[in-house]
Nanobody, 125 residues
Framework: QVQLVESGGGLVQAGESLRLSCAAS????????MAWFRQAPGKEREFVAA????????AYADSAKGRFTIHRDNGKNTVYLQMNSLKPEDTAVYYC??????????????????WGQGTQVTVSS
């Protein structure tokens, strides 16, 4: 089992920044690709960003490109999502995920084995 705990969410104004963190425990962190998904009220959960086991391969949703950065610290068992230039449409619960499959940066939620409890991000206009 892998336990994932997100933190760093909050209420910000449009244009501001937030950094989300996800601390992992339970198994070898570097064995897992990590990703962030988000879910807004009334919408499907959607892919935001993913990072490979070593951190050498990254993937972003179009909505995140140029504004969000995912990175990981395998020594601290933590993955981060730096979010800049936030928009009201970024408002959602953000979930951290760990996947043990063979693909380096999956964008499908079904390729991830473990999920955190989520952290709320609210962006006001």
């Amino acid at each position: 089992q892998v336990q994932l705990v997100e933190s760093g969410g909050g209420l910000v104004q449009a244009g501001e920044s937030l950094r989300l963190s996800c601390a992992a425990s339970g198994r070898t962190f570097s064995n897992y690709a990590m990703a962030w998904f988000r879910q807004a009220p009334g919408k499907e959960r959607e892919f935001v960003a993913a990072i490979s086991r070593s951190g050498g391969t990254l993937a972003y949703a179009d909505s995140a490109k140029g504004r969000f950065t995912i990175h990981r610290d395998n020594g601290k068992n933590t993955v981060y999502l730096q979010m800049n230039s936030l928009k009201p449409e970024d408002t959602a619960v953000y979930y951290c995920n760990a996947g043990g499959g063979f693909r380096p940066t999956p964008s499908s939620r079904y390729e991830y084995d473990y999920w955190g409890q989520g952290t709320q991000v609210t962006v006001s206009s």
